[in-house]
């Protein structure tokens, strides 16, 4: 049999050998000959409540993070309103089935069309309701199941949805491609926390396949070879014993402290983008949290309760046993658009109102999250930042602001706490500026730092050469931000993906920072850069790139 390559977009990275799981998702092109209107209502109201039945269960088995996707579906199919189309279109004459999938093609198209990624990851929870009831309805079964003679499996797919990547046995599955997908989409999200290898938007010649066959998949290098010959087969599994040696050596020492040769001890925090990943991670091998990016709990259909984001601040406090916990206020804008919070039409949401600036004029629901993190502060060591910083008075503002909300609590005789205040640098109007802004700390955000110093959007891949060919000048930056943070005797860290770069780490170490937050599945790896890392070993690569 033929070698096939295919390439594809790292979701999730890794190795993995199984045998091809060919799976399609249930489409709306099926025509299904209708019954009475009578029999079609009764068909689709079982496969509603059966699902429901389904998605319940599924939530009880899962931390809250996952669950919130899928209280999202159930709170759908408990909405009258949002099912009553369904019902007219079967009074009207059509199938069950026909009714309920172009209802939700329907509903659907806006965030299909939408080209940023939190638009398509709503898209993707829609399609998965949208299928699970489709299997209903035709009797299909509702979750991917492999059994255990054929399995490590590479599952290739279209498209996959978050239930279904919470339903799979992690030991039955080596990896996942599939043709449509975003990196940043709810499933990858999922992927990644559960160490599943992912590439999303592979070529659609992938899935001509058949089941069985050999599939190695290699979401480092973003590619997938079925059939592979003899040689690659070969050189692909010493890879994979490669890494596994490798991943075995930097676990064994993941929870030690990580100093650098010369003896300079570096702060390895945790990324938080969605409490679910601090379920696969031990709070040993981090020095606390630098980064939690409380976008995510806004995600659900309604907005999070002061005591529901109160619960959340809590436990991430929790898990940290004592060790500093820094949560971002909401930053929606931009490429993270929240319903009925951010603003509809802006000609460039990257530099409209976003992070702060959004904050400022939703004074209601920041005032929810303020409260909640000033009641949440008297449970450890908290600090807050806030996201997209430009001028000083921004930083004042918030001070101020913070006070009032803890003048107000203690009026209502709520137990709270001023938390450390301090700021993400990522416009380089700040960075430039650094010390001119009242700030208990500075985390520099390098994922807009760059983006806003090369001018390219962060979402285009058609410009990702420039992204990375510009990394030097954000290296300089950040060099003035850790001197202003040093002059100002405050901590400085760096949270954006560069912390987590193995090339480039090192650069940052030489430029003199100290505390790195990284995400989560990269720690280990990271601190084994980190223990490479001395004088002698790349000053002079470092003079060289600067
Ligand atoms: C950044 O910009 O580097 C950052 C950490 O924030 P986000 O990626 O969430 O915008
Ligand atoms: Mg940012």
Known sequence: MREQM???????????VGLALLTGTVSAAIDIKPGTSDDEKVLFDL?????????????????????????????LLEDDDFLAPVIASIDAGMSAFSAWMSMMDAEVVDYDNASDPYMAARAEDYRDLQARIGRRITGGEPELTIASENSPVVILTDQITPSQILSLE??????????????????????????????????????????????????????????????????????????????????????????????????????????????????????????TRTECIYQTKTLPTEDEQYDVYRKLLQWADGKPVTIRTLDAG?????????????????????????????????????????????????????????????????????????????????????????????VPAAALCAREFDADFFSIGTNDLLQYTVAVARDNTQLSNLLKGAQTSVLRLIGLVVNDARNMSIDVSVCGDMASDPELVPHLLDLGVRDLSVAIAQVAQVKHIVRGWGKSTTQEKSDDRL
Do not use: W
């Open 47 to 75: 496969a509603v409540q059966l699902s429901k039945t389904d998605l319940s269960q599924l939530i009880e088995s899962l931390d809250e993070t996952s669950a919130n996707i899928i209280e999202f579906q159930l709170a």
């Open 334 to 426: 931009g490429d993270k658009p929240i319903s009925g919070v951010t603003i509809d039409g802006e000609a460039n949401p990257f530099l409209g109102v976003r992070g702060y600036r959004l904050s400022q004029r939703r004074p209601g629901v920041f005032n929810v999250q303020l409260r909640a993190l000033a009641r949440s502060a008297i449970h450890g060591p908290m600090k807050v930042m806030i996201p997209m910083v430009t001028v000083p008075s921004e930083m004042r503002e918030f001070r101020q602001r913070f006070q009032e909300v803890v003048l107000e609590l203690e009026s209502e005789g709520v137990a709270c706490a001023v938390p450390q205040l301090g700021m993400m640098i990522e």
């Open 6 to 16: 295919f390439s594809g977009t790292i979701a999730s990275p890794g190795l993995g």
């Open 170 to 291: 992690v030991e039955k599955v080596a990896g996942i491609a599939l043709t449509g997908g975003a990196p940043s989409s709810h499933a990858s999200i999922l992927a990644r926390a559960r160490g599943i290898p992912m590439l999303v938007g592979c070529d659609a010649e992938m899935l001509i396949g058949k089941d069985g066959d050999l599939v190695l998949i290699d979401a480092s290098e973003s590619r997938l070879y079925v059939n592979p010959s003899e040689d690659r087969h070969q050189t692909f599994t010493s890879k994979l014993d490669a890494q596994r040696i490798a991943e075995r050596s930097m676990q064994n020492l993941v929870d030690h402290p990580a100093y650098t040769l010369d003896g300079v001890r570096i702060q390895l925090l945790a990324n938080v983008d969605n409490p679910v990943l601090l379920d696969m991670a031990n709070s040993q091998a981090f020095d606390g949290i630098g980064l």
